[in-house]
């Protein structure tokens, strides 16, 4: 498939002196749709991007205040839906050089030829990565592959060929940060979406000086996008367990008392996890038989494990329960993950393209996301 049937998208903050000549090398290789996104630069970044527009195939959207980069993201996304709506895929690239025009080409040519895929322009992360951004990776790596199900090489790169069918769907995410990125992972992964990985060049400029990455803010809101299932779940367990002590203070039968633990618990965790987690859109019916049979089965197996600790064990019926909880809390997590809130989509695993020339570069930049 031609150049001209994609869009490439690159929202840019404070973008650095080599920006220009990234768009002059995206035109060069024929690139024919540029959407690019001024999230709030201010005027001394004002002639980079009237450099960038001098290219007719360049169309600049400007933010008045810098909103961030899943918001800078959106509004490219929206923009390109609304002038390009026959396009069948988007991708989206950094604007201070940590992606070259011929790998920026490569990954979409390979979406093209993949339709329907979502694929991620991977690096290598050698020893000679900027510490931040190999850490950061690093531990992303480890918290998505178990939140998520999702093992990827590199869930940080900000080049990505988007098919054109979750583009409506990356508009609802309420994400306005570095954090939209992951979340696109996360919907991904619940829509089943095949993801292929294609090894690009490592670029960094200046030990990746120029980044707007925070290290410590922007990854704390990464990790709370991970974290959501774990926050939930604990307010659910508050709530099974306040139920459940008061129950049996009133009745002092752990069986009732079980009972309306879960169903009060139920009721609110199914409601925010579908959604808020997992951000499945699979049928309601479905879906709610599928949790309150897991909420059955994993009722009837607290149950026993509390009787088995307070009779076998001598504990009390309250840390029993808590103890029994814990235990089941990653298997429930699993059933849900794998089984239950999946949109209703066929499974697909992520996939590796067979690297091409991803000769290390010991330039340019920006961070894994900006």
């Known amino acids: 498939m031609a150049p001209a049937d994609f869009v490439v998208l690159i929202p840019a903050y404070k973008p650095g002196p080599d920006f220009p000549g990234l ?16 999230d709030g630069s201010g005027p001394w970044f004002r002639s980079r991007f009237e450099g960038a527009a001098a290219h007719p195939q360049v169309r600049i959207v400007r933010h008045a205040i810098n909103l961030g980069k899943g918001a800078a993201l959106k509004t490219g996304i929206n923009t390109i839906l609304c002038d390009y709506p026959n396009t069948p895929v988007v991708v989206t690239a950094d604007a201070d050089g940590q992606h070259a025009a011929d790998d920026i080409v490569a990954v979409a040519q390979t979406a093209c030829a993949n339709p329907g895929a979502l694929v991620l322009g991977s690096r290598a992360f050698a020893k000679d990565v900027p510490i931040r951004s190999k850490l950061g990776n690093n531990a992303t790596k480890v918290v998505l592959r178990i939140v998520a199900g999702q093992k990827l090489s590199d869930t940080q790169t900000g080049l990505r060929a988007i098919p054109a069918h979750l583009l409506p769907d990356l508009l609802k995410i309420p994400s306005q940060g570095y954090e939209f990125e992951l979340d696109m992972l996360l919907l991904s992964r619940n829509k089943r979406l095949r993801i292929l990985e294609k090894p690009i060049r490592t670029i960094y400029l200046d030990g990746n000086s120029s980044s707007h990455f925070n290290p410590l803010l922007d990854s704390m809101r990464i990790y709370f996008v991970l974290l959501r299932f774990a926050m939930i779940s604990m307010c659910t367990a508050v709530l099974d367990n306040l139920l459940f002590s008061a129950w049996y203070l009133y009745s002092g039968n752990k069986a009732a008392s079980q009972i309306v633990g879960r169903l009060g618990a139920m009721t609110f965790n199914f409601a925010t996890v579908k959604r808020m987690v997992f951000n499945s859109r699979g049928r309601v019916l479905r879906e709610f038989l599928q949790y309150a049979t897991l ?14 600790f307070t009779s076998r064990l001598g504990m009390g019926v309250l840390k029993a329960k808590l103890l029994a909880e814990g235990i089941l809390f990653l298997a429930n997590f699993l059933v849900q993950r794998d089984i239950i809130f999946t949109g209703g989509q066929e499974a697909a695993a992520p996939a590796a393209l067979p690297a091409e020339s991803a000769a290390a570069a010991a330039s340019p930049e920006s961070d894994p996301t900006r």
């Open 23 to 38: 768009i002059a090398d995206l035109v060069r290789h024929g690139v024919a749709h540029i959407t690019v996104v001024d």
């Open 295 to 308: 909420v059955a089965v994993s009722g009837t197996i607290s149950y026993g494990m509390i009787v088995l």
